[in-house]
């Protein structure tokens, strides 16, 4: 009974504003299906090119799922982070898994299990979003791949946000933000999931942090590279 108010204001909301693609505004989801298959994922030769000028030397390999040139995969990716529409985690988190059933064969060399670690905020950053646009990310994946998943990897601290810094200042403004809560991984596998790489410093800090920990190979998986 304590969710009825909640249910009636979500139907009102939804005659007053009904939910509508944010590319083409059909009615009925913030993407229609015809819209999500115009999203371009990187192929072998993109996502090599996307990987150049990446800083991760305690990653494996960073898999970059799409291209931040993509107009409409931007506005997707703005609209989640910075117009607070958690529901668009679902749909980016489905690009995701469609791109990682590509990348997941014998070339590439994925390990069968994999612990997925999403990259974490900041108490006061998650106060201001109200979620972590990652975590959402990572357990929707994780679900749909029957991969582990933690949230363990914490972050502290009053950084400023990587998004306004050089990549000097991002190397600098990133040491010692991440700390690991849980138990020694003992060789276990890491999948990290994140929204945008810029530099990889983020990714790379975190890696440094888990394989401290006892992680085995550590790679990343992102939306795309701003």
């Not at 939804?14 to 059909?26: R, T, V």
């Not at 009925?28 to 991760?56: E, H, P, T, V």
């Amino acid at each position: 009974m304590s969710n009825f108010p909640r249910k009636i204001r979500g139907f009102i909301l939804d005659i007053l504003f009904p939910i509508e693609c944010l590319n083409c505004q059909l009615e009925g989801a913030y993407l229609c299906k015809k819209c999500f298959r115009q999203i371009k994922f990187n192929d072998s030769f993109d996502l090599k090119r996307a990987q150049q000028n990446l800083k991760a030397p305690d990653l494996e390999k960073i898999f970059i799922a799409g291209n931040y040139e993509d107009k409409l995969l931007q506005n997707l990716i703005k609209k989640y982070k910075y117009g607070f529409i958690k529901p668009l985690g679902e749909i980016l988190a489905r690009f995701l898994i469609t791109f990682w059933n590509f990348q997941n064969d014998s070339k590439n060399k994925i390990p069968v299990s994999l612990l997925v670690i999403p990259i974490p905020l900041t108490d006061k950053r998650l106060r201001w979003r109200g979620f972590n646009q990652a975590e959402i990310l990572a357990r929707e994946f994780s679900h749909h791949f029957n991969y582990g998943i933690s949230l363990n990897l914490k972050r502290q601290g009053k950084q400023a946000p990587q998004a306004k810094l050089n990549e000097a200042e991002r190397l600098n403004n990133i040491q010692g933000v991440f700390s690991w809560t849980g138990e020694n991984l003992q060789g276990a596998d890491v999948l990290l999931i994140d929204d945008v790489v810029t530099t990889g410093a983020t990714l790379n800090e975190a890696a440094r942090i888990l394989k401290g920990v006892g992680a085995g190979a550590i790679y990343a998986l992102v939306l795309a590279k701003g």
